[in-house]
């Protein structure tokens, strides 16, 4: 009676059965998590809360507080039930005044036996007996009525003797239970030690993907910050050349104001004397005296012979201002221009996306390649992988392609080479072969890359339709840059040296999503992650002069 009582008193009130992780409110009542959970969730748009027990309101969504106490006796209670079902589950047959567990059933019988009645229990060979079971009807065949003793290994059943020597099983291979169910049982422990070993591998690439989750943030704070850093150094500056176009602007306009005010005041002396000499011309033209008019110089006389000279000096032109004077237009236009340069860098920057974003496509990677769990890093085996052979796997070469496609834009990513002197990095068409000669990347009009093969010497080319372009560099560098100019057609290829240094340019007119691909022939091809200081200084000048590549 004290068991069920204590059962009513550890229901939750709205899915009626014991409490599965107890929760409390305020007004203390306790209800299962999730159960509380789903109530205040339908309550969300009421704009108010309450609790199913009381019905008392709540203005904010009540918080809620773990009960451990309550938790701990819900689990002993439950432990004990079991425990009690498990004695009182399957009891003795011939134990009928009270219930006592049994220890062993019988198949002949079809009757379960305590200690007691087993000791006094026939020992003969007919009766087989077992742990307890209520199902001893199961334990017989449905033909003959008799134990199930064999295992027809042709047909995959259980069988009793009858069925082996006059049943539709006469002839076929038997064996003994116990011996089938021992090789049935290892079978099943090879498959829990493969099915171990896959959840630990899903386990460590949890983890691995939880770690990379982690670092998300502290990625990303740091992404903001050079933007930050960036934006921040070009509106300092646009700002610093602002000013310098408006000084320049202002000083040249004093100094053509002084220059042309002393020009204008040495005009203004001219035109007094011409002024002074014309009214002594015209008085000389009213004389009425000729010997006064005669006696008076020549008329070109009265012009100042230093004044003619000057005239001729500057070739007649005081009036105007020297080239000198005039605004330094050019100047201004070419500060002007620098500010262009600059505003084109950051359209040219907002394009580019982060190397983080590529990542390799398992379903296309050819079995001989082992992709790494962060799908960053290809590398060349000689074990054969145990993947599907599917319509999207590379079958005839070493390669695999990333999940993303570009449509549009201007990107890049990056690559470093490790212990390997034959491989091929660039992008190609989804609708690229999987198999055959023309399926290796640069051998089909559908994809181009950069080669590096060692025969003699190192030698690089750049290769599309089985077209190389063989380079003439000297290349010391394993890390390489992949540029993606979309709307432009431009695949580019960069050796990451310092400084950067550009290898060629393929250049057509695309039709189909572009997707970053590998060919590797022994060791391995890493899609690089992050930028070391001398990379930030190298994209912030990239970026000062337009440079795709970031």
Same mark, same amino acid.
């Given at each position: ?105 019988? !198949? ?10 087993? *000791?006094?229990?026939?020992? #003969? ?5 077992? /742990? ?89 704070? #740091? ?17 610093? !050349? ?81 080239? #000198? ?15 262009? /340069? ?14 983080? /974003? ?84 640069? /051998? ?36 390489? *840059? ?20 550009? !290898? ?31 990379? *930030? ?5 990239? !970026? ?5 590549? #970031?």
């Amino acid at each position: 009676m004290a068991s069920i009582d204590l059962r009513d008193e550890l229901l939750c009130s709205i899915c009626l059965s014991t409490y599965t992780d107890p929760v409390m409110l305020r007004c203390g009542h306790n209800f299962c998590q999730v159960c509380i959970g789903r109530v205040l969730d339908t309550q969300v748009g009421s704009g108010v809360y309450s609790c199913p027990e009381c019905r008392k309101r709540f203005q904010v969504r009540p918080a809620l507080r773990r009960n451990i106490n309550l938790r701990s006796i819900a689990e002993r209670f439950l432990i004990s039930q079991q425990e009690q079902e498990e004695i009182t589950g399957i009891c003795c047959t011939y134990c009928v005044d009270s219930p006592v567990p049994a220890v062993r059933s019988c !198949l002949h019988c079809e009757a379960s036996l305590c200690d007691k009645h087993l *000791r006094v229990h026939s020992k #003969g060979p007919e009766h087989v007996l077992t /742990d307890p079971s209520t199902s001893l009807e199961t334990r017989k065949c449905s033909v003959h009525k008799k134990i199930l003793e064999y295992y027809c290994t042709e047909d995959a059943a259980c069988i009793c003797v009858s069925c082996s020597l006059i049943g539709e099983h006469r002839g076929h291979r038997v064996e003994m239970l116990e011996e089938a169910s021992e090789k049935k049982k290892k079978k099943l422990r090879n498959v829990l030690q493969k099915l171990i070993t896959k959840r630990e591998e899903t386990e460590e690439r949890v983890r691995s993907l939880e770690e990379r989750r982690r670092k998300a943030p502290e990625k990303s704070s #740091g992404e903001a910050e050079r933007v930050t850093a960036l934006c921040t150094d070009i509106r300092r500056r646009v700002d610093d !050349l602002e000013k310098k176009v408006l000084s320049d602007i202002s000083r040249q306009e004093k100094e053509e104001s002084l220059s042309l005010s002393a020009l204008i005041q040495k005009l203004e002396i001219k035109k007094d004397e011409l002024s002074r000499k014309m009214r002594h011309i015209e008085e000389l033209c009213n004389m009425t005296d000729p010997l006064t008019v005669l006696q008076e110089p020549d008329t070109g006389d009265l012009c100042d012979p230093e004044e003619e000279g000057g005239d001729e000096d500057t070739g007649g032109h005081d009036e105007q201002p020297h080239d #000198g004077d005039d605004l330094d237009v050019s100047a201004i236009s070419h500060t002007l221009h620098t500010l262009c /340069d600059v505003i084109s860098g950051i359209r040219s920057g907002i394009y580019v996306v982060s190397p983080a /974003d590529i990542l390799l496509d398992v379903t296309t990677a050819a079995n001989n390649l082992l992709i790494s769990d962060d799908l960053k890093t290809a590398t060349f085996t000689e074990e054969k992988q145990k993947r599907p052979e599917t319509a999207e796997r590379f079958q005839s070469y070493s390669q695999v392609m990333s999940r993303r496609g570009f449509t549009s834009g201007r990107h890049y990513w990056d690559v470093e080479i490790s212990r390997s002197r034959d491989w091929r990095v660039g992008m190609c068409y989804p609708s690229t072969d999987r198999r055959g000669d023309q399926s290796r990347i640069g /051998d089909n009009n559908k994809s181009s890359c950069l080669w590096r093969f060692d025969y003699d010497d190192d030698e690089y080319s750049v290769v599309h339709d089985s077209d190389m372009m063989w380079l003439p560099h000297q290349i010391s560098s394993d890390r390489f *840059r992949i540029c993606l100019d979309y709307e432009a057609g431009q695949l580019s290829f960069y050796e990451l040296c310092d400084p950067i240094r550009h !290898l060629d340019t393929f250049t057509a007119a695309f039709s189909e999503p572009l997707h970053a691909v590998l060919w590797v022939c022994g060791g391995s091809i890493k899609i690089s992650e992050g930028e070391d200081v001398r990379s *930030r200084k190298r994209r912030r000048i990239c !970026l000062e002069n337009g440079d795709i590549i #970031g």
